[in-house]
């Protein structure tokens, strides 16, 4: 909801902190899905390991300029809030989301907080949502990126599931693939599932996938918590 809302309401920037494997991918997917009937258009950025050069001809093909807004950051400027304000004018809210942002380098980070500004006497016209690791929300606190630290609107935090979270999304997704999930695995071995993946879904589906292997090759029904560990 709070992606949604920073998507689709003239916020500005939004912030998305999760550990690596909490699933933030697939929560910016299911957000922007539920968006594809709305008056929202955006582009997602999913490597952010760019120049300046390489960032801008992103921005630029992403929100169809013309190549010279590529080579002059100056016509970038002026078509990018010439775009941003058609779309504004005919009810079309814009965004940017950047993946990965943790990894972005400095300069870039830089771009993204002057973007943010491009907005008209009282609306934002671009929102910008910014989804990375927790050193994303390190690098924030140094004194140099201060000031998109002060233009930060809304804060995302992504935790690790908890044991009666990682049981639930375990079934839930054995229910999907068609079976029953009392007779896939015990509820000891769904304990040890968790303490090996701490909670991260990623690691969840490693675990629960390479059990599922042991177990058919070793004629093992349900999974139990020594095959799991």
Request: proline share 4%; charged share 20%.
């Amino acid at each position: 909801s709070n992606l949604q809302y920073g998507l689709t309401a003239a916020r500005g920037l939004t912030v998305l902190i999760g550990e690596a494997g909490t699933g933030k991918t697939t929560l910016l997917q299911v957000a922007v899905a539920e968006l594809r009937d709305t008056t929202v258009r955006y582009v997602m950025l999913s490597n952010p390991t760019l120049t300046r050069e390489e960032f801008f001809d992103f921005l630029t093909r992403s929100f169809g300029l013309s190549d010279e807004a590529s080579r002059s950051k100056t016509q970038f400027l002026f078509e990018l809030k010439r775009e941003l304000q058609e779309r504004h004018l005919a009810g079309v809210q814009s965004a940017l989301i950047i993946e990965e942002a943790q990894s972005m380098p400095y300069e870039l980070l830089e771009e993204v907080r002057l973007l943010s500004n491009v907005e008209m006497p009282t609306v934002k016209l671009l929102n910008v949502v910014l989804a990375g690791q927790p050193e994303l929300g390190d690098r924030q606190n140094e004194v140099s990126l201060r000031q998109l630290k002060q233009r930060i609107s809304l804060r995302c935090h992504l935790a690790a599931m908890d044991l009666p979270e990682t049981s639930p999304y375990n079934a839930g997704r054995i229910r999907l693939a068609g079976g029953r999930p009392e007779q896939m695995f015990t509820r000891e071995s769904v304990g040890a599932v968790f303490a090996a993946s701490q909670g991260l879904p990623r690691m969840i589906n490693v675990v629960c996938d390479n059990a599922l292997i042991g177990g058919f090759a070793a004629q093992i029904r349900p999974i139990n918590a020594a095959l799991v560990e």
